[in-house]
């Protein structure tokens, strides 16, 4: 029931999403940024799931002639975005990650955890998406019709 015009926006704006995940973290090769430690196997579909359920969660915010303008899922698709991008991450090659734990530390310790930020990322983004959805696709009742039934 989308419009032609907030599909397109989903796409650009995956891929955006996409791109802001996998170039900063070196996931796709680059020559401003590289990474110390290789790139995981599952750090692939991260970040193209981060790009579909970005896309998507983006589109969400487009208006069209008549809509209400609904964002109580903002602040859960920016975590998630934010979980994807340190699970995707080389461990050593984050700044905040190594001064907080050393470079021994973020290999023993965060590089383990970085497949379950991997999985909450895309958890926490499909779920902004499917409350913001929820929000597009249920009707309100009219503030008269509510007030009158109290």
Known sequence: MWTPRRWGIALVSGIAVAALVA?????????IFGRAIETTWWSYPVVILSGIF???????????????????AAKVGTVGGFLAF????????????????GASGAMTWFAPVQPFLAVASVVVMAWAVRIRLRGMTSCEMPKAAADSTV
Do not use: M, Q, S, W
């Open 54 to 72: 970005g896309g998507l969660l983006l589109a969400t915010y487009i208006r069209e002639p008549g809509e209400e303008h609904l964002d109580k």
């Open 86 to 101: 340190f699970a995707v991450g080389c461990p050593v090659c984050n700044k905040l990650v190594l001064l907080a734990l």
């Open 23 to 31: 170039l900063p973290t070196a996931v796709i090769p680059n020559p």
